[in-house]
T-cell receptor, first 115, second 114 residues
Framework: AQSVTQLGSHVSVSEGALVLLRCNYS??????LFWYVQYPNQGLQLLLK??????LVKGINGFEAEFKKSETSFHLTKPSAHMSDAAEYFC?????????????FGDGTTLTVKP | DAGVTQSPTHLIKTRGQQVTLRCSPK?????VSWYQQALGQGPQFIFQ???????QRGNFPDRFSGHQFPNYSSELNVNALLLGDSALYLC?????????????FGPGTRLTVT
């Protein structure tokens, strides 16, 4: 069984400040981990993924995340927030080494960027 | 290259009715998954189709059924609609054998049940 916990349903930062969105997962097998962004009335867009190899992964729009197995975490960061980063962010986990099966999502974190 | 497309964009139905939602996967993708996203929540897995068969199913009642066609497109059918079925329904596609593993999502169909 797999589960995802996103700590903090709402995060507010000032433009130019560090963005940190927290994600902890539970998985009985080696996981694949993903961060998605969702803008209002749109589908999900993949920001980045961890499958194997380097634990620090870089994604689009300046975002990156680090897989920490000992902490079962996959937190999303961005050094400097832009107004355009305001959106809903979802962390997801899938069973590793296969395309079969579901992704399990957290409940999401709403990011607000203040001017 | 067209991404995942879904139709219709919006739909309003009455309790007890039936609805069919459609999805065309991204070119080159042969696996299709359906998710339900209620307001303020993350997507919940409904089921996944591969080679025209339901491969895995989430915790949804039999009122939810699906189909995959030879061209890999897919339908989601919901019978005997309840108010609680109101949600954004997302289709996601992925290629089975490339090892890419990520799912590409469509824009969704917003279903409102009154």
């Amino acid at each position: 069984a797999q589960s995802v916990t996103q700590l903090g349903s709402h995060v507010s930062v000032s433009e130019g400040a560090l963005v940190l969105l927290r994600c902890n997962y539970s998985s009985s097998v080696p996981p694949y981990l993903f961060w998605y962004v969702q803008y209002p009335n749109q589908g999900l867009q993949l920001l980045l993924k961890y499958t194997t190899g380097a634990t620090l992964v870089k994604g689009i729009n300046g975002f990156e995340a680090e897989f920490k197995k000992s902490e079962t975490s996959f937190h999303l960061t961005k050094p400097s927030a832009h107004m355009s980063d305001a959106a809903e962010y979802f962390c997801a986990v899938r069973r590793g080494n296969t395309n079969a099966g579901k992704s399990t999502f957290g409940d999401g974190t709403t990011l607000t960027v203040k001017p | 290259d067209a991404g995942v497309t879904q139709s219709p964009t919006h739909l309003i139905k009455t309790r007890g009715q039936q609805v069919t939602l459609r999805c065309s996967p991204k070119s080159g993708h042969d696996t299709v998954s359906w998710y339900q996203q209620a307001l303020g929540q993350g997507p919940q897995f409904i089921f996944q189709y591969y080679e025209e068969e339901e491969r895995q199913r989430g915790n949804f009642p039999d009122r939810f059924s699906g189909h995959q066609f030879p061209n890999y497109s897919s339908e989601l059918n919901v019978n005997a609609l309840l108010l609680g079925d109101s949600a954004l329904y997302l289709c996601a596609s992925s290629p089975e054998y490339t090892g890419a593993y990520e799912q590409y999502f469509g824009p969704g169909t917003r279903l409102t049940v009154t």
